[in-house]
């Protein structure tokens, strides 16, 4: 049998704006704690044996180490819908977005130790903590808006018409 009716097929609906941002805030957000426990686990175990005399350091050697666990989270979890560019690309400029968020924590968990005078494992560990604080803003930003920026093309609205001027064939 033979109409001349247009067929509707039923589809998945799509997320909205906010709740595609929600998302990767989410998962932006877990890829950032497990980066965080690798960056201040690795950074006390640095400050407190090997390198207690050298805090920015085992910051920057601590913060290159969660970068990577970052890059690989955010890669392949977070932003993996988000596909513009080649690989080597995307890596470069995460790293040196990465770089510079580390220069930061850096520089401010060296000015509060060396200029500031903060010392001891709780000034260390709540300036480390601030300091990664000032870069999770700037770096959700830049990977969001130049790292992975590209979305995957749009899909159809809920409701697609196939083909409405031929006849669907109905048994």
Known sequence: ?????PLLVQQTPQPTLVQRLWHEVA?????????????MGLFNLLVNG?????ITTAKIISGAVATGVA??????WTFRHRRNRPVHHEV?????????????SALWVAFTHYTLGLDGPVWLNVNAFIGIGLGTL???WTYRRFIFSAELEDEENDLALVDQHTPARVD
């Open 92 to 104: 470069a400029l995460f790293f040196l977005v990465n770089g510079i968020a580390l220069g930061v």
């Open 50 to 54: 090997a390198m207690d005399s050298k």
């Open 27 to 39: 998962k932006f957000g877990i890829v950032g704690a497990v980066s965080f426990v690798v960056d």
């Open 138 to 140: 700037f770096r959700f």
């Open 1 to 5: 049998m033979i109409t001349d009716y």
């Open 71 to 76: 890059w690989i989270g955010n890669r392949f």
